[in-house]
């Protein structure tokens, strides 16, 4: 990506709903495995927003990182396939004072700007934009951003660090082992036999991807150093845990005003109707393919949707999350509540878990996006 620094603004006042309208710049697409995924959220953002409240600025992420300005037209971006190509005209991220400027150039042309960003609402998962790398991009820039900060967006990305983490604030995470590069190169024995301990079946990830890729469900120690490789194709450490039986439960997060605390959603659950991949994987959770439902609320006992929207919110300030994170449980069969993952940028199509979610629980959509902004604008650049 081009980083060039930028002619002075000429709008130097920070914005305000009384000079002109808050300008977000909706960034989607990206470098990840998540790339369409994004785009779907993008156009279903794009619908939402209020025109009136906001100046939208769309955003797109080619696969090999370029930034562009692209259509704000959600038509194109929807159906799951959708690729940002290098056509738009580049976006060049300048370092500066906030508000920093967005400059443009068309090919062949003199960067001219497109203004104050006030915020960036990054719609990007998966890593280059769930991972902290992206949230470091805006920090150097002093450009505010919607969501969580470059530490808990890094940690929850890595299934390895968001354990240590939970787990060292003695919230309830399953049994697992890592294996690093270096040891798979090394001692592959010693790390077969790590994974022996877990007991079978086990599932074998990628220590930082997203949408189940490279995930795979492993009942037989001849097939685990296949899965390993797979897992490995998305990330060199790979992390590896015992198969967990229970409901999956997911319950959504926000951010509270000022000095409240996080907020919960009413918990949801992932029920798949054919359950022939054995779990819930890429395909069944972005393409069709597999029928799966949301239950929303999800059907549990009392004290069990209070304790995960206790464990939800608990997780969420572990990390220190801002801004919003979902926050996804087992049920187990023996009644115990653990948590699987934070994601910190969870699926944001209108249809998604997570603004489903917000939905059931009072607070529809276009206010969603429009919480989620004003908390981001509330925020302070640096640290906090
Ligand atoms: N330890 C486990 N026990 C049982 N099922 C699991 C376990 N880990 C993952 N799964 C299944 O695999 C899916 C994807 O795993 P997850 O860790 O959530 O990856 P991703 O970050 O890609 O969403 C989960 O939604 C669940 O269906
Ligand atoms: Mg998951």
């Known amino acids: 990506m081009n980083i060039e620094r930028a002619p002075e603004p000429t709008t130097t006042e920070p914005a305000g709903r009384d000079t002109r ?65 290098a056509d738009g005209a580049q976006v060049l991220v300048p370092f500066g004072d906030a508000p920093a400027p967005l400059v443009v150039a068309e090919p062949g042309e003199v960067p001219h700007q497109l203004g104050a960003v006030d915020v960036v609402l990054p719609l990007l998962h998966g890593p280059f934009g769930e991972d902290g790398t992206i949230q470091g991009l805006l920090e150097m820039a ?85 899965a390993v ?24 997060v926000l951010e509270g005003h000022g000095d409240d605390a996080p907020r919960t959603s009413v918990p949801g659950e992932i029920v798949l109707d054919t359950p022939a991949a054995g779990f819930y994987d890429y395909e069944t959770k972005y393409l069709d393919t597999a029928p799966l439902t949301m239950a929303i609320p999800a059907d549990l006992p009392e004290d069990v949707v209070a304790r995960v929207q206790q464990l939800a919110g608990q997780a969420f300030e572990a990390l220190g999350c801002e801004g919003l994170a979902r926050v996804d449980f087992f049920y187990t069969d023996h009644g115990d509540v653990v948590i699987n993952e934070v994601n910190t940028m969870p699926g944001f199509t209108p249809y998604s878990m997570y603004p489903a979610l917000w939905e059931a629980s009072g607070l529809p959509y276009p206010e969603l996006i429009d919480e989620l902004v004003s908390l981001a604008l509330e925020r302070s650049a640096g640290l906090r």
């Not at 697409?29 to 009136?52: F, N, P, Q, Y």
């Not at 037209?73 to 959708?82: F, H, I, Q, T, V």
């Not at 490789?229 to 967990?244: F, M, N, S, T, W």
């Open 229 to 252: 490789l797979e897992a490995q194709r998305h990330d060199p450490k790979v992390v590896v845990e015992g198969a967990i039986n229970g409901r999956e439960i997911e319950c959504a």
């Open 21 to 85: 309208k808050v300008r977000v710049a909706v960034v989607f697409g990206g470098r990840s495995g998540e790339h369409s995924v994004s785009c779907a959220t993008a156009a279903g953002v794009l619908r939402a927003i209020d025109r009136d409240a906001y100046d939208v600025v769309p955003v797109g992420i080619t696969r090999d990182g370029r930034w562009v300005l692209a259509p704000d037209d959600p038509a194109l971006l929807e159906g799951g396939r959708a690729e940002i190509t």
């Open 142 to 226: 002093g450009t505010r951003y919607v969501g969580s900060g470059v530490l808990a967006s890094a940690a929850a990305m890595d299934k390895h660090y968001m354990k240590i983490i939970l787990a060292g604030q003695l919230l309830p995470v399953g049994p697992y082992t890592v294996i690093t590069p270096r040891m798979w190169r090394t001692d592959k024995a010693a790390a077969l036999d790590a994974v022996a301990s877990l007991g079978f079946p086990v599932f074998v990830k990628p220590a930082r991807a997203g949408s189940s890729l490279g995930i795979s469900r492993v009942e037989r120690p001849e097939d685990l150093e296949a």
